[in-house]
């Protein structure tokens, strides 16, 4: 069985209880008894892309647990590769993988510099394609935009478009479990490409949706709700099955 840790959208420097929010995710998941085969974070690390915000970042996801962190529309990938992850600014699509001996993790890039929506560019789709090729493990792949609607009207306008290529990808992929997003600031299940979609819920905040009063941006995020955490589950039958967590700050 694997137990996969999933959270998005910290917002570092978005608000004062951005801090304490994170930490407190964090502090959930080094105190649980079992050990994670991963922790994922899905984009929106910092929210003004600052070295400071991205050094208190990297302080606050160090975990006990493998962590494996992607970029959102916020992030700014120069910033994000030199001061989160310790490596040489460059401007390329920010893909990484995590493999552990029981599966590996394809986190990809989906931001469009000084954008909002997302796209995954033919760079990416290269990469991920030579990820998926390359293992007979079973592979999770992970990035910021939902793919599809979620029937929130602000964040739908700024999803990930143009998917027909993804699609084509994943399709007849017997060793992708799951697709693990974020953007939405809401927990969420839906499918993609014959896949189940996985959206984390915000650390930062959560958008409330039409039904409950979110019709915009002005209206629609509350930042009094807990943070979220997302623990998918992949049994030996290869059945996915997900818990949500609130995580009180």
């Not at 494996?68 to 120069?78: C, F, S, Y």
């Not at 994943?170 to 997003?181: D, K, Y």
């Amino acid at each position: 069985m694997i137990v996969i840790a999933h959270l998005s959208d910290i917002h570092i420097g978005a608000t004062p209880e951005s801090v304490a929010r994170t930490a407190a995710v964090m502090r959930y998941l080094d105190a649980i008894p079992g050990d994670l085969d991963a922790v994922l974070v899905t984009g929106d690390i910092a929210d003004h892309a600052t070295r400071e915000e991205y050094e208190t970042a990297a302080k606050l996801l160090a975990s006990r647990h493998p962590v494996l962190v992607g970029p959102g529309n916020h992030d700014v990938r120069r910033e994000f590769r030199r001061s989160l992850l310790g490596e040489e600014p460059a401007d390329g699509p920010v893909n990484q993988v995590l493999r552990t001996g029981r599966a590996v993790y394809a986190m990809c890039d989906s931001a469009i510099p000084g954008r909002n929506e997302g796209h995954l560019d033919d760079e990416t789709l290269a990469w991920l394609e030579g990820v998926l090729d390359g293992t007979d493990l079973p592979v999770f792949v992970a990035f910021h935009h939902p793919p599809v609607k979620l029937h929130g009207p602000p964040c739908d306008g700024i999803r990930l478009h143009e998917t027909a290529r993804l699609e084509e990808l994943l399709a007849g992929r017997s060793n992708v479990p799951a697709v693990l997003v974020g953007h939405a600031h809401t927990a969420a299940a839906t499918s993609f490409a014959g896949r189940p979609l996985l959206v984390g819920g915000g650390v930062v905040s959560t958008l409330t949706l039409p039904w409950e009063g979110g019709t915009s941006f002005d209206n629609c995020v509350d930042f009094g709700l807990p943070p979220l955490i997302a623990f998918h589950v992949l049994d030996d039958e290869g059945r996915m099955t997900t818990h949500y967590r609130a995580v009180i700050p």
